[in-house]
T-cell receptor
Framework: RKEVEQDPGPFNVPEGATVAFNCTYS??????FFWYRQDCRKEPKLLMS???SGNEDGRFTAQLNRASQYISLLIRDSKLSDSATYLC?????????????FGKGTSLLVTP | DADVTQTPRNRITKTGKRIMLECSQT?????MYWYRQDPGLGLQLIYY???????NKGEISDGYSVSRQAQAKFSLSLESAIPNQTALYFC?????????????FGPGTRLTVL
């Protein structure tokens, strides 16, 4: 089983729609969680860290459910500029070292 | 100016050649990382360094080596490039002072090995 799994999509939604992405992780010892955005052929850019109590940044809301080992990202009022691939990222420290595991990404296309 | 820079941005080389990819950062971060990304796959960690005297292998270090010349510089070498090392390579940085250890990425180097 992959350490971080995401639905690859693509999600095609109209402008103004609300869209939600989910991500699951396999290691219960994981400590930090993030959503990154990646545009085609560009570097991943941090969208938001995911806090245990959930957090919101403008139109974006992230939730963490440690019991079920999943992370979600909700985008409200989608804009054309939100079209990108969204990467779920999970950090774990262990005796064997440091592991930052990336999901393969969920592709979002927002259409006019 | 970009906080994390990578050189070169694009490189085409031949099998067996030695290649060095360089990364510099002005963020003042102590931790640096090298990743590769292949189409349809997630990023994979090659090597990471938590300070100048610290080098650690990631999940796919075979065929690669690194050098941390200074806190701000971290280079990746392919001693004898092979075609399956064709990929997009990213350098990243983070700060040990950050509670969440968020990483910040450079613009990437697109490497093609013929």
């Amino acid at each position: 089983r992959k350490e971080v799994e995401q639905d690859p999509g693509p999600f095609n939604v109209p402008e103004g729609a609300t869209v939600a992405f989910n991500c699951t992780y396999s290691n219960s010892a994981s400590q930090s969680f993030f959503w990154y955005r990646q545009d085609c052929r560009k570097e991943p850019k941090l969208l938001m860290s995911v806090y245990s109590s959930g957090n919101e940044d403008g139109r974006f809301t992230a939730q963490l459910n440690r019991a079920s080992q999943y992370i979600s990202l909700l985008i409200r009022d989608s804009k054309l500029s939100d079209s990108a691939t969204y990467l779920c990222v999970v950090l774990r420290y262990s005796n064997s070292g440091y592991a930052l595991n990336f999901g393969k990404g969920t592709s979002l296309l927002v259409t006019p | 100016d970009a906080d994390v820079t990578q050189t070169p941005r694009n490189r085409i080389t031949k099998t067996g050649k030695r290649i060095m990819l360089e990364c510099s950062q002005t963020k003042g971060h102590d931790r640096m990382y090298w990743y590769r990304q292949d189409p349809g796959l997630g990023l994979q960690l090659i090597y990471y360094s938590f300070d100048v005297k610290d080098i650690n292998k990631g999940e796919i270090s075979d065929g690669y080596s690194v050098s941390r010349q200074a806190q701000a510089k971290f280079s990746l070498s392919l001693e004898s490039a092979i075609p399956n090392q064709t990929a997009l390579y990213f350098c990243a940085t983070s700060s040990s002072g950050s509670s969440y250890n968020e990483q910040f990425f450079g613009p990437g180097t697109r490497l093609t090995v013929l």
